[in-house]
C-alpha cells in the first residue's frame, strides 16, 4: 500500500515536518463540505444549525492552518515535496 506525504522544510529555522496529504486533502474536501452546507441551512432558516456548521468548518480550517506551520517557529515560509512510500 502506497501512503504520501508533505515533507516541510521551514525556510526560517530549518525544521524538517511531515503530513499525511490524505488527512489534508480530507480536511480541504470538509471545509467545501461545511460550505455547501451552511448555505442549505441559510436558505431553510436555520440560522442556529447553519452557526454550528460555521464554527465546525472554522475548526476544520483552523487545524489545516496548524498542519501548515513550523511546529518550532510557527513560520509559513517553508519548502514543500510530496514524498510517497511503501506501506505493508
Known amino acids: 500500500m502506497l501512503i504520501s506525504e508533505y515533507k516541510r522544510t521551514c525556510k526560517q529555522c530549518g525544521k524538517i515536518w511531515f503530513s499525511l496529504v490524505s488527512r489534508e486533502n480530507r480536511m ?3 471545509i467545501r463540505g461545511y460550505d455547501y452546507t451552511s448555505c442549505f441551512m441559510i436558505l431553510f ?44
Open 28 to 30: 480541504k474536501s470538509d
Open 45 to 88: 432558516d436555520q440560522y442556529a444549525a447553519s452557526s454550528q456548521y460555521d464554527q465546525t468548518k472554522n475548526q476544520v480550517s483552523t487545524n489545516l492552518q496548524f498542519l501548515r506551520k513550523c511546529p518550532i517557529c510557527g513560520s509559513i515560509n517553508y519548502i514543500e515535496e510530496i514524498i510517497t512510500h511503501n506501506v505493508q
